[in-house]
C-alpha cells in the first residue's frame, strides 16, 4: 500500500470521526485507523470500476454462469427459528452451488440486537443439516472469509462507512428519534408513506464537525441518487427503481456501531466473494439501493435472482406469525426432511417437472433457474402428510435407512407404552420391520404406528366371551378352525391365502356369514371393530401370536 494512502487514510479517519465519531472516543481512534488499514487489503480487492469488469461466461441451466467459482450464501437473521420460507431460500442456494460445482455459505446476520432469539442462530444451522442441505462454509464449519456472523465484522462496516462519507456518498445525521418520530407521524397525517427529508445531507461541514465534537449521537446515512438503477434479475428480466424519489436517505451505520442490513449484506457479499444472491422478491425494490452501494465503493455486484413469495392457500403472505411453518413445528409431528423439501419446491417452479417422491439427489439434478416465474407460488400444507408417507415408504424400502426407523420406532415404544408391554418380542428388530413393510402404504408417519389404530400390534387387547358371542354364536367353532388353519398353512402364511382360507371357512358356517367371521377375526385379535384387513393383521401380528390371542379368546 503506498505512503500517500495510508497518509491519507490518517486524515479522513481523524478529520471525521472526531472526537465521539462513529461512537469512538478520541482515544479509539487510533486503534480504529488501524483496523481500517488492515482491513483496506479488502478494500483494495473491492476498488474496481464495474463498467471495465471482464470475465468470461458460461451457459448453464439456461443461465449465463461467470468462470469464477460459484458462491451462493443464505443469510437469516436470527430473529427467530428457521420457517417454510427461509428453508425454500436455503434450498435453492444450495441447488444452485452444488449443481455448478460452488460453495454454499450461511452467514447469520444479527445486527438487529433487540430482536435476537436466544438460541437461534444454533437451531439455524442444525435444521439446514437436519436437512441435508450442510453449509460448506459457516460459522461453526469455518472458511477462509470469516467470521460469518455479523456482529464479529462490525470493523469491516465501520471502515465502509469511513469510506463512503470520505467520498461524499453518505454523511452524518443528527437527526433524533424524536425527530424522525415527529415526521412519521405528520406524514401519516397527510396520509403520505413516511419518509426521512434528508435534512443533515445539507449541514456545512463546519456544523457536522461542531456537533462531533460535542459528541452528538448520529448515525450514518447513504446519500441515494434520483435515477433509477437498472439491473438484469434471474427471474425478474430487466428492473429497476428510482428509489430516492419516494424514499428518503437510508441508515446505513446506526448510532451504536452496528449496519443495517443495506450496508451489512452489501460488504459482506463483497468481502465472501459472493458471486449469485438468490434472495426472496421482498428484496427487488431495496437492490436498487444495493447497487448504488457498490457503485460508490467501486466494487462489483452480484448476479441477482429474487424468488417469488411463498403464499397460503388464501391468497395471505406465509407469515413467520404463523406458529405452524416453523420446522420444529414439523419434525415434532414426526415430517421428514426430504418430504417437505420435495412439498416446498413441488408447489413453485425452478425444475423441468413436478412429481411427488423426489429425493435431494434429484432436486439438484432437475433445479434450472431459469424456470423460474414471477408469480408467488402456493403452499399448501395439508399435501404434506401424502408426501411424506411416499418418502416414508422410500426409507421403508431402503435397507440401511429402514433400521434406522425400527430403532425410532423401538424407542417411540418404549416410551409411550413404558410397563404396559406383555411381550418383549413387540421390540424384537424383525417383528417391527414386518410392520413397518406391512403398513409402508398407509402410514404418514412412524409416529402414526402409536396411536389407538395401532395399539393391537404392541398390546394384547381384552375381549370377553360374551363380545363374541354377540358377533356369531358360532364363535367358538369358527376360532378352533382358524387355529387349524394356521397350524397348518406349511410356510404360505400371506394375507391372500389367508382370506381364501377364511372364505373357505364361512361357506361351511351355517348360521355366520363371511363378512362376519372378519369382524369377529378382528374384534379377537384387535379389540377393535375397524382397521386393516383381517389378512394383513393376522400377518403383521405372526402365527404364534395370532394362535395366543386366538387360545385366549376361548378361554375367555
Not at 208 to 226: I, S, W, Y
Not at 351 to 376: A, C, W
Request: proline share 4%; net charge positive.
Amino acid at each position: 500500500m503506498s505512503s500517500v494512502c495510508v497518509l491519507r487514510c490518517n486524515m479522513v479517519v481523524s478529520r471525521l470521526l472526531g472526537a465521539g465519531g462513529l461512537g469512538l472516543g478520541s482515544g479509539q481512534i487510533s486503534g480504529f485507523s488501524a483496523r481500517f488499514h488492515n482491513h483496506l487489503g479488502w478494500s483494495v480487492w473491492g476498488l474496481r470500476d464495474i463498467t471495465h469488469t471482464h470475465t468470461a461466461h458460461t451457459h448453464s441451466g439456461g443461465v449465463c454462469v461467470t468462470e469464477r467459482e460459484v458462491r451462493v450464501r443464505f443469510a437469516p437473521s436470527p430473529t427467530g427459528f428457521l420457517h417454510l420460507g427461509g428453508l425454500r431460500t436455503a434450498l435453492y442456494n444450495f441447488l444452485f452451488a452444488r449443481q455448478h460445482g460452488g460453495r454454499f455459505i450461511l452467514r447469520l446476520e444479527d445486527t438487529d440486537r433487540s430482536r435476537l432469539v436466544p438460541g437461534a442462530a444454533l437451531d439455524i444451522e442444525h435444521t439446514l443439516q437436519w436437512a441435508g442441505i450442510t453449509p460448506d462454509e459457516s460459522d461453526s464449519r469455518g472458511g477462509v472469509y470469516g467470521p460469518y456472523v455479523q456482529s464479529q465484522r462490525l470493523s469491516l462496516y465501520s471502515a465502509a462507512a469511513v469510506s463512503l462519507i470520505e467520498s461524499g456518498h453518505a454523511y452524518y445525521c443528527f437527526c433524533t428519534n424524536h425527530r424522525l418520530e415527529l415526521l412519521k407521524t405528520e406524514a401519516l397525517r397527510r396520509g403520505q408513506t413516511p419518509r426521512y427529508d434528508n435534512r443533515c445531507r445539507h449541514l456545512h461541514a463546519d456544523q457536522v464537525q461542531e456537533n462531533l465534537a460535542q459528541g452528538k449521537p448520529h448515525a450514518v446515512r447513504f446519500r441515494l441518487h434520483m435515477k433509477a438503477e437498472p439491473f438484469e434479475d434471474l427471474v425478474f428480466g430487466w428492473t429497476g427503481h428510482a428509489v430516492g424519489e419516494v424514499e428518503g436517505d437510508p441508515v446505513i451505520l446506526k448510532n451504536d456501531g452496528f449496519p443495517t442490513y443495506h450496508l451489512a449484506n452489501v460488504v459482506d457479499d463483497a468481502h465472501m466473494h459472493v458471486s449469485h444472491v438468490l434472495r426472496g422478491a421482498e428484496w427487488l425494490t431495496s437492490t436498487c439501493k444495493h447497487l448504488q452501494l457498490y457503485r460508490a465503493l467501486h466494487m462489483t455486484p452480484p448476479t441477482y435472482a429474487h424468488l417469488p413469495l411463498l403464499l397460503n392457500p388464501d391468497g395471505s403472505k406465509l407469515s413467520k406469525r404463523q406458529g405452524d411453518i416453523y420446522i420444529s413445528h414439523f419434525r415434532q409431528q414426526g415430517a421428514l426432511p426430504e418430504a417437505l423439501l420435495d412439498l416446498i419446491t413441488n408447489c413453485g417452479s425452478g425444475f423441468h417437472s413436478n412429481r411427488v417422491g423426489r429425493n435431494l439427489k434429484e432436486l439438484i439434478s432437475e433445479f434450472d433457474i431459469s424456470k423460474i416465474v414471477t408469480h408467488s407460488a402456493v403452499l399448501d400444507l395439508k399435501k404434506l402428510p401424502e408426501f411424506n408417507r411416499v418418502h416414508l415408504q422410500q426409507r421403508i424400502e431402503d435397507e440401511r435407512q429402514c433400521r434406522l426407523l425400527v430403532d425410532e420406532v423401538k424407542n417411540l415404544l418404549t416410551l409411550t407404552y413404558t410397563d404396559q408391554i406383555q411381550e418383549e418380542k413387540v421390540l424384537d428388530h424383525n417383528y417391527i420391520l414386518r410392520v413397518l413393510h406391512m403398513r409402508k402404504r398407509h402410514i404418514s408417519s412412524v409416529r402414526d404406528l402409536l396411536s389407538p389404530m395401532y395399539s393391537y400390534l404392541w398390546l394384547r387387547p381384552s375381549v370377553s366371551r360374551q363380545q363374541l358371542e354377540e358377533m356369531s354364536s358360532e364363535s367358538h367353532d369358527i376360532i378352533s378352525r382358524i387355529m387349524q388353519v394356521i397350524k397348518g398353512c406349511n410356510g404360505e402364511y400371506t394375507p391372500e391365502f389367508l382370506t381364501g382360507e377364511l372364505k373357505l371357512i364361512a361357506k361351511k358356517l351355517r348360521k355366520t356369514k363371511y363378512s362376519s367371521v372378519m369382524k369377529l377375526l378382528r374384534l379377537a385379535l384387535t379389540g377393535q371393530q375397524q382397521g386393516p384387513s383381517v389378512g394383513e393383521i393376522m400377518v403383521s401380528l405372526g402365527e404364534e401370536e395370532v394362535c395366543c390371542r386366538l387360545q385366549k379368546s376361548l378361554e375367555a
